[in-house]
Nanobody, 121 residues
Framework: QVQLVESGGGLVQAGGSLRLSCAAS????????MGWFRRAPGKEREFVAA????????NYADSVKGRFTISRDNAKKTAYLQMNSLKPEDTAVYYC??????????????WGQGTQVTVSS
């Protein structure tokens, strides 16, 4: 069992940065890949980034590649999403998830409650 709690969302101007954190409880955090997904108003949930259990593999959606960086600290049981050069179209609720490394939400069995990111133009 893994419980996930996101933090770090907020309101930022276009071009700004935010760092999201996903704190996990449970003893098996390092066994899971971690993913970040987002849901914008009126849109389907979409993949943002994923990192393997060791951190050795990472993948990003094309829309965030070069701007966002996913990382993890297994000792702290925390995953991060550093978001730079934010755009208004990045506005969404961001969710972290734990599961099997992939771009697909269905492979992640544990989800956080989400944190709102709003980027103003």
């Amino acid at each position: 069992q893994v419980q996930l709690v996101e933090s770090g969302g907020g309101l930022v101007q276009a071009g700004g940065s935010l760092r999201l954190s996903c704190a996990a409880s449970g003893r098996t955090f390092s066994s899971y890949a971690m993913g970040w997904f987002r849901r914008a108003p009126g849109k389907e949930r979409e993949f943002v980034a994923a990192i393997s259990w060791s951190g050795g593999n990472r993948n990003y959606a094309d829309s965030v590649k070069g701007r966002f960086t996913i990382s993890r600290d297994n000792a702290k049981k925390t995953a991060y999403l550093q978001m730079n050069s934010l755009k208004p179209e990045d506005t969404a609720v961001y969710y972290c998830a734990a599961g099997s490394y992939s771009d697909y939400a269905k492979t992640y069995g544990y989800w956080g409650q989400g944190t709102q990111v709003t980027v103003s133009s």
